[in-house]
């Protein structure tokens, strides 16, 4: 019970969170947050839990995002609508495409993840009659505000967090990462491995699925580039996975905060921290640093990631003992927790 | 109808016949030794048996039923457990857990499969080291190990890929007791070992292979003596 009482006060104080911060900036940041703890949770079970690795998560992305635009556009019914059905077809797109890519192993089933990606991306570019390639699709948003956005968010990150929680402590789970650590002696434990591998990428497509009808819904704005974007979405869903920690309940949730502040941080010049320094001082170097910082988020997680792998291989959540030790100094295990 | 019954078996990589015409019973009940020099083809015909690789001709029959086309895991759910040379634990999990991913095999429910591992480890001497890491464990743990995850499957049908391998007299002494204990509890063993005060006082029979093809058959003492046996080991001179 000990270890459930944090993310329930976390629940709390993110249920509570629009309400007391009334700031659209923060609001529209919390909700991309959040839309990040689905799609890193998606990507956590099919890699962190089960160990095949994906390059291609905006695969699963798009398709949901296109699925609730697409149902939109043609037969001029709520987006929302998409929701219930996005999630299911990025899993009619995930499951084909893993029996038969998952007789590949690691980084040969990698390759074809990225793949995918791509082909998701030049079909909804090419197919113009049906997506409106290029153009995309644009949609009148529902709400004005914010905070029905962002509850609808909170719901689906505790859902698919709920969701890994629920599987990584039952007989999914153990599987799961039995194939993780060795196929062959999954195999020889009574595993079906191939079936396995795909009800895992099920979850983590539909996951990620509903990540994509909630951004359609959300930005009421998507085209190929933005959704099937392979360092928008597949890298990004990486980094979160990584930084976080993979193969961890909470590690997403972590690592998906860690990123969208890091690119928030970049993104705004470090706060206005170097534009303002150039204001005061009339040196133009800052305003030029500033500038360049701004198109710079990539170097930042660049950074981070590089710091993440040399000091915490296992992701922040999957190394926690370590950081506490190191940065807190206290002892390792968790008195007065 | 025996048991089991490895029929005609042949392999070949590429040119090279790894397994050529290897026929074998084993009766219920019964531990068979499966011997022969390094390369003669003994872990093929386990790789045959349990799936990982294809005969090229030739039958494997479990309890009257051809097997050598079907998959690994449907191979473990009929009752035929295996164990690695080259061990392979599910390295980040704990040892209790390694087993529990084996003992959903053959239970319903997470309890079921938690209990039934218990009971496994307590069976294999394992219980006091179940919350360490497996891949923290020595040697002889991982060996051990791997005969547990096997048990927790059930299998009527055990096979031992040298088990005592890297095993120092004392743990030599508890895993010869442990694979006894095995076979009094009712599984049949096929067993393959190099050390022979291991294969010469636990078998029933031996099987003896080289080139792929059977030496030699019998009880331990007729096998020891055999001409082609000692040859194989030995040389022609001691022959």
Redesign the interface.
């Known amino acids: 019970m000990k270890k459930s009482l944090p993310p329930l006060v976390l629940l709390v104080v993110l249920v509570l969170f629009p309400l007391v911060v009334r700031d659209n900036y923060y609001q529209h940041l919390m909700i991309l947050f959040l839309m990040w703890v689905v799609i890193g949770s998606g990507w956590n079970l099919i890699a962190g839990y089960t160990g095949q690795v994906s390059f291609g998560d905006a695969a699963f992305f798009g398709t949901g995002a296109y699925a609730a635009g697409l149902l939109s556009m043609h037969l001029g019914i709520s987006a929302w609508w998409g929701m219930a059905l996005g999630g299911f077809a990025a899993v009619a797109i995930g499951l084909p495409f893993g029996w038969i890519c998952f007789r590949m192993r690691g980084a040969y089933f990698a390759l074809a993840t990225l793949a995918l990606n791509e082909v998701m991306r030049n079909a909804a570019t090419i197919a113009e009659g049906f997506t409106g390639g290029m153009v995309g699709i644009l949609l009148m948003p529902t709400f004005v505000s914010k905070i029905p956005y962002y509850y609808i968010a909170l719901a689906l990150a505790a859902a698919s967090i709920a969701c890994v929680r629920i599987i990584a402590s039952a007989k999914l789970g153990y599987y799961f990462v039995s194939i993780r650590e060795d196929q062959d002696a999954a195999e020889s434990l009574g595993i079906d491995t191939h079936f396995y591998k795909m009800v895992s990428l099920a979850f983590a497509a539909f996951w990620t699925g509903m990540a994509g009808t909630l951004y359609m819904n959300y930005m009421g704005f998507i085209d190929p580039s933005v959704v099937f974007s392979l360092h928008d979405i597949s890298i990004m869903a990486i980094l979160v996975g990584i930084v976080g920690g993979v193969g961890t309940v909470y590690g997403p949730a972590v690592g998906a905060f860690v990123m969208i502040a890091v690119q928030e941080f970049f993104r705004s010049g470090f706060f206005g921290f170097f534009q303002g320094l150039g204001d005061m001082t009339g040196i133009s170097a800052f305003l030029s640093l500033s500038g360049l910082l701004k198109q710079g988020h990539v170097l930042g997680f660049g950074i981070l990631v590089i710091v993440v792998i040399l000091f915490l291989p296992n992701g922040i959540v999957g190394d926690w003992e370590k950081i506490r030790r190191k940065v807190f100094r206290l002892r390792p295990t968790g008195e007065g927790a | 109808m025996a048991f089991f019954r490895v029929e005609s078996l042949v392999k070949y990589f590429g040119g090279l016949a790894a397994v050529n015409n290897v026929t074998f019973d084993v009766g219920q009940g019964e531990i068979l030794g499966l011997i022969g020099p390094n390369g003669s083809g003994k872990t093929t015909i386990f790789n045959m048996i349990?799936?990982?690789h294809r005969p090229t001709s030739g039958r494997v029959l479990f309890k009257a039923r051809e097997i050598h086309r079907l998959?690994?895991?449907?191979i473990?759910?009929l009752g035929i457990?295996?164990t690695?040379q080259v061990v392979?634990?599910?390295?980040?999990?704990t040892v209790l857990?390694n087993v529990?991913?084996?003992a959903?095999?053959r239970a319903g429910t997470?309890r079921e499969?938690r209990e039934h591992a218990q009971r496994t480890l307590e069976f294999c001497g394992m219980a006091p080291v179940r919350d360490q890491l497996a891949k923290s464990l020595p040697i002889a743990g991982r060996k051990r190990l791997e005969i547990a995850?096997?048990m927790?499957?059930r299998p009527d049908l055990l096979l031992l890929d040298e088990t005592a391998a890297g095993l120092n007299p004392t743990e030599l002494v508890a895993a010869i007791d442990l694979i006894r204990k095995i076979r009094d509890g009712g599984t049949t063993i096929i067993i393959i070992e190099h050390i022979m005060h291991v294969i010469m006082t636990i078998s029933d029979r031996i099987h003896a292979i080289n080139f792929g093809q059977t030496i030699a058959e019998g009880t331990p003492r007729e096998v020891a003596a055999d001409k082609a046996v000692i040859e194989a080991y030995l040389g022609k001179d001691y022959a």
């Open positions: 349990t799936g990982y998959p690994t895991f449907r473990c759910k457990g295996r690695f392979k634990p599910l390295g980040r999990m857990d529990i991913a084996a959903y095999s997470t499969a995850r096997a927790a499957t």
